[in-house]
């Protein structure tokens, strides 16, 4: 991409790009994947959109609210915000909407978000952020965010986007992320060796999906941030916890499904046996009552 695009004005593919973006996929077994070099993880495809809309709905519920940053007023008053890994762009066209004076930009390496249907304060980049980080000067934004990326970066990675992260931010501004688990609350025996083939499979492609676990340790590591501080959500993930719980659910299983397709590959299982080991899993979520927890962690740099 060209870094030097006016971001504030972006209108980012057009109907000749189609072409380029069909380029950029691939097929395996019936969903759509990034074809980069990318070791993501998950599938970019319409299923994936809908996965990541229900994320979002019920993340803003359980949270209550779509930061945690003590950064309202500054939004209401008009600011600069950045989303990493924005997928289908809802949190920026939700903020911008709620936000009309900020601006609000979102990258993805993978061109999901809307290109027309979109407030005027709000506009999307085609970027790798490990392809040469973040196409922006240093001191740009007030805010950044970035929201479920555990499929995405290495250890490794996750230093050198929070490091991006920081040197985009001006100096007061903010950092948030928002990341998952990685283990279930109140976890039976069969959800917990899921849960290891998950780490392996997740290891065996560079990826850290323990991050919750170290991602403060990171930012601290980085010496860019003042104190780190978290909120967490533990939220119940099956029929025991009512409405809430079944859309959980609902969610938990279109994520084992978005992982399938990569994940029989590296465990060497048959599709029967995948589906067998998670319906086990969402059985054992019941009699267990597990709960999944999420943690926004946020800092202002120094
Ligand atoms: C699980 S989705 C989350 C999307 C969004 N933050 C949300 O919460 O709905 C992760 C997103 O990160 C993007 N992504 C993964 N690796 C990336 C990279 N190296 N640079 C930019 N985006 C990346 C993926 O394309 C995907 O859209």
Redesign the pocket.
Known sequence: MNANKNYYNISMQSIEDYDDILDKFRIINNRRF?NTT?N?A?P?DEIEIGR?EL??ILLKNAFGNNFSSPVHNKLRDGISVL??????G??VLENAENYPKSTFVG????P?FPTDDKPQNAGFIE?????GGLPFPSNTFDFVH????Y???SEKHWLLVIKEIARVLKPSGYAEFMEMGPLLHNSGPHAKKTHEKFFRYYEANGLCFDIADKLKGIMDYTKCFGEVKIENRIIATGKWGGNFGELMNIYLRMSSEASSAMMIKVINCTRQEYDKMFEDYFMEIEEFKSSIVYKRFYAQKL
């Not at 989303?83 to 289908?88: L, P, R």
């Not at 990258?107 to 993978?110: A, E, L, N, R, V």
């Not at 970035?146 to 990326?149: D, E, F, G, S, V």
């Open positions: 990034h990318s993501y998950l970019n990541l994320s979002h989303d990493v890994g924005c997928g289908a809802r949190w990258i993805d390496m993978s999901i970027c790798n952020v490990l392809d970035q929201k479920l990326l499929a995405a970066f």
